[in-house]
């Protein structure tokens, strides 16, 4: 496996748990480069915390490795990794201030107090909370906090920080704008983070690069755009925003048979696999006239969206079709709720997925 410099390399990790019938990890390998903003983005229970913790120190793994900038940790204690972690509860002292909770760790490494006081004076900056120093965790709201939780882990000046699930318990608007907080930080400070999410939308808009993982195993890493518009597999299109999925026999090169008899061209099939599944983003679909199409059914509901509308089309055949058409200039509805119509497709948006 290619090593990273000055990144984390994690090779072939194993992890179960006394009680649990399978390894909770299965022999994941992973290289994140220096500076990224890497996301482990799965279901609940796909083991996102534990490799996590692996990485921390937290817990130890059955077998394999793990290194951070060349030289390997896995056998450090957690407080000698160079690394640090936020949690989704926040985990500050209540009865601290906030500065004294940022400049915890420095604290403890007895480090001089005109630099400790410097420190805190930059990262209460660097979170936007100058002037919050003095006050109590209680006296601020629920983002504040998280801020304080992030200074306090970046005071240490740590090579990798780990985020579990940070901004879960934060409202929907809090969120949105401390996700582009923390890619401020993420930038300004030139610091790798590995941040756990089991959000999409999350994932897709912060990071660099994304692992999909599912059942302790990595099933694709790539950037945002590759993995929404080149998903590996099922699992990763159906996790990854909308789809419509459709088996298919292959007839040949290029040329698939829907169970409805239709015949779609699909671009880009580096597989040869007679039995497959389409897969095609509602976005990527548009509706037609009837004769304009080889897919054709009955608009069953449309659904208004504000920014765009989804239409349900039930295909000839039964199946349901997803089409999301975009809003533009205040558009009037192209086909309405029991209209025939036929879906009009590319073969470049025909994906082919085993
Ligand atoms: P979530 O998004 O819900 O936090 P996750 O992907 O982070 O999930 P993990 O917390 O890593 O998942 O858990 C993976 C599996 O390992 C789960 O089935 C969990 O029940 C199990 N597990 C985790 N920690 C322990 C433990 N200390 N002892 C036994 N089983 C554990």
């Known amino acids: 496996m290619e090593r990273t410099a000055n990144g984390l390399d994690c090779c072939s990790l194993v992890k179960s748990f006394t009680g649990a019938a399978a390894p909770v990890l299965k022999n994941v390998s992973l290289s994140i480069r220096e500076n990224e903003f890497f996301t482990l983005l799965g279901p609940s229970g796909c083991g996102k915390t534990t490799l996590l913790r692996l990485i921390a120190g937290l817990e130890v793994q059955d077998s394999g490795t793990i290194d951070v900038a060349g030289v390997r940790v896995d056998a450090m204690p957690p407080f000698n990794r160079p690394v640090n ?33 410097a420190k805190v004076a930059q990262m209460l ?151 497959v599944t389409l897969a095609i983003r509602p976005e990527h679909a548009a509706i037609t006239e009837p004769r304009n199409a080889g897919m054709r059914g009955i608009v069953r509901d449309v659904a208004y969206l504000g920014a765009d509308r989804l239409y349900y089309v039930e295909l000839d055949g039964g199946l349901i079709f997803r089409i999301r058409e975009t809003n533009h200039d205040w558009g009037a509805q192209t086909a309405s709720k029991g209209a025939r119509v036929g879906v009009a497709l590319r073969p470049r948006s025909v994906r082919v997925l085993s």
């Open 85 to 117: 972690t936020v949690f989704q509860s926040y985990a500050i002292f209540p009865h601290m201030t906030v500065a004294q909770n940022i400049a915890f760790g420095l604290e403890a490494r007895r480090r001089p107090r005109t630099e400790i006081a």
């Open 125 to 275: 900056s660097l979170v936007r909370l100058d002037g919050m120093g003095n006050r109590r965790p209680r006296q601020l709201s629920g983002g504040q906090q998280q801020r304080v939780a992030l200074a306090r882990a970046l005071a240490n000046q740590p090579k990798l920080l780990l985020l579990d699930e940070p901004l879960s318990a934060l409202d929907l608007k809090l969120r949105t704008e401390m996700q582009l907080e923390l890619k401020r930080i993420q930038s300004e400070l030139g610091i790798t983070f590995i941040f756990v999410t089991h959000d999409q939308h999350e994932a897709l808009a912060m990071s660099d690069r994304i692992a999909v993982m599912s059942n302790g195993q990595i099933l694709q890493i790539g950037t945002p755009q590759q993995i929404y518009e080149t998903p590996a597999n099922r699992f990763v299109a159906e996790f990854i925003g909308e789809t419509n999925l459709m088996d298919a026999t292959r007839l040949s090169q290029g040329k698939f048979r829907l169970a409805s008899g239709v015949v779609l061209d699909a671009e880009g099939s580096a597989q040869d696999a007679a039995i």
